[in-house]
């Protein structure tokens, strides 16, 4: 995966970085664990309703925390329930949950019950949800429809397909996750996913059995945000295939990339969950999915094709091997521990270890 590409240069730039970070005139870092930020140690608020998490406070100054507390001014509206010191004495960590709408503060105590810091934390529910197709969230960010309630998207019958899900509250993001349901007996299968490497987030899976549109409820924390059309189609739906390539300007040599496989109906609709075949040179891949992950090999030319139904798409691609896999997989960052990138991140962790003190 990409992720570890450029990470020898980002060590080497985090002591210049560093000088310019800015430090908290308190003293203090307060941080949470929704954003994965080498020099921004605050708190990702507003949060959305519901959402749990962990937070981290520590000392600029590399003193110890031991016997240090954290309280919140409103426990219904932001409930800290439990609190531990770790690293030695030189980190505070609590597990948290955003439990309704309100306005409160985070309260650092030292030993002696003294005030340290105080930091603002605001609670909303949203009125508005936005889903990102993981497939060019990955590949072409910059290409993905904003999908919202009004949208309806239609998905192969018997595929399935992801989309990352962000919360809005009067056009303003709400940060947190792990707060999506569905009801106690959804029209479509569906179900929520959490990946957690660099930054939290929260996919949407989408997996229709039977052909039809459904009206998938969305909750949020209990409260009915919106329903979302599903449109299950089946494969003599699929009119046309584009495949889109992730751009390559200044790869480095076997630099892995994607290619992404999309296809339409005869309207110029997108359909989703389509599982593709895949050839190289006219030789059939292994495997079936959207995405074909491969190595860059400058000037060393060859046809890539992608097949659903009767369509298809062929592209011309400087590689040299690849496999095919799918946009539903999550990959390196679907649980803590559970991966290469997250070794990559702790790697990097102890890089910045004293880089993030001022």
Known sequence: MRLQSGVVTLVLSLGFLSLMAGCEPDGIEVQDSLDFDLFGHELNTPYVEGADMSLSVWRQDDGSVSGWSLRSGDGAVFEISSVW???GGETLRARA???TPGLTELTVLDAKGRTRAVRSVRVERPDSIQMLPAGLSRVRPELAPRLDLSDSISVLSGGAATFEVAYFKDEERLFGNGVLDFGEDPPVQANNELTYLFRDREWLVVEPLDAGVFSLPLLVNGQV?????????DESAIDSIEIVAEEIEGADEGEMFYLL???FDATGVEIFGIAFDWEIEGEEQAGTGDLYHYAYSEGAWVDVSANAGDAFDTVG???DGGYVTSSNNLGCATAPGASAGLGLLAMLGLAVLRLRRC
Do not use: E, F, T
């Not at 329903?227 to 189609?233: C, F, G, I, L, N």
């Open 261 to 263: 496989a999309r296809a």
């Open 97 to 99: 949950v955003a439990l």
């Open 317 to 319: 691609v400087q590689m």
């Open 225 to 233: 945000l919106g329903h979302m059309q599903v449109r299950s189609v």
């Open 85 to 87: 010191v770790d690293d």
